[in-house]
């Protein structure tokens, strides 16, 4: 089962821009990961925030998580031509098994 | 940290035939695998654990008799698509997973059956 919807699903911007991806979840969670899969490639791990914290920084990436709201935020600050990809947020459904949003596709523009 | 690697990278497949993908560990011993399938421009889904030693976990919707998994080692995971057809054309990815919430992807195999 799908557990995120993630908006939008496609994204393009300038380099240099940031980008803000979003994901919305269904179940309680312990934790939300993002994840991020360069074109026919595997998956990155970029970040993982816990229920009980608010906000996570990693470099130029910042991630918020509303538990009441059930939603998530990736933001990439000062974005370049290596970030285009799709990124996934992911949710653990018992027993260490993901359950992945459907992505948001992001392209930065030269 | 732990490498996961796929062999192979791709495959291209008469439809009926069988094949085989490698999920290995490089530097973990790994008890649990994870097989996802990715449709193009969708999302990953969770086709099954492996678990070494003993039987497979398939979830729901997933034919069990279709997608044969063998995890006969700590460190070797194997999916085999019995009789495949171009609706199993997609990109298979195996993960390990390591630590609490540490998992770790391979690159993935694409598979496209004619």
């Known amino acids: 089962s799908q557990q995120g919807e993630e908006d939008p699903q496609a994204l393009s911007i300038q380099e240099g821009e940031n980008a803000t991806m979003n994901c919305s979840y269904k179940t309680s969670i312990n934790n939300l990961q993002w994840y991020r899969q360069n074109s026919g490639r595997g998956l990155v791990h970029l970040i993982l925030?816990?229920?009980?914290?608010r906000e996570k920084h990693s470099g130029r990436l910042r991630v918020t998580l509303d538990t009441s709201k059930k939603s998530s935020s990736l933001l990439i600050t000062a974005s370049r031509a290596a970030d285009t990809a799709s990124y996934f947020c992911?949710?653990?459904?018992?027993?260490?098994?993901?359950?992945f949003g459907q992505g948001t596709r992001l392209t930065i523009n030269p | 940290g732990a490498v996961v690697s796929q062999h192979p990278s791709w495959v291209i497949c008469k439809s009926g035939t069988s094949v085989k993908i490698e999920c290995r560990s490089l530097d973990f011993q790994a008890t649990t695998m994870f097989w996802y399938r990715q449709f193009p421009k969708q999302s990953l889904m969770l086709m099954a654990t492996s678990n070494e030693g003993s039987k497979a976990t398939y979830e729901q919707g997933v034919e069990k008799d279709k997608f044969l998994i063998n995890h006969a080692s700590l460190t070797l995971s194997t999916l085999t698509v019995t009789s495949a057809h171009p609706e199993d054309s997609s990109f298979y990815i195996c993960?390990?997973?390591?630590?609490?919430?540490?998992?770790?992807f391979g690159p993935g195999t694409r598979l496209t059956v004619l």
């Open positions: 992911a949710t653990e459904e018992g027993a260490q098994k993901l359950v």
């Open positions: 925030i816990r229920s009980n914290e």
């Open positions: 993960s390990v997973w390591r630590t609490y919430n540490e998992q770790f």
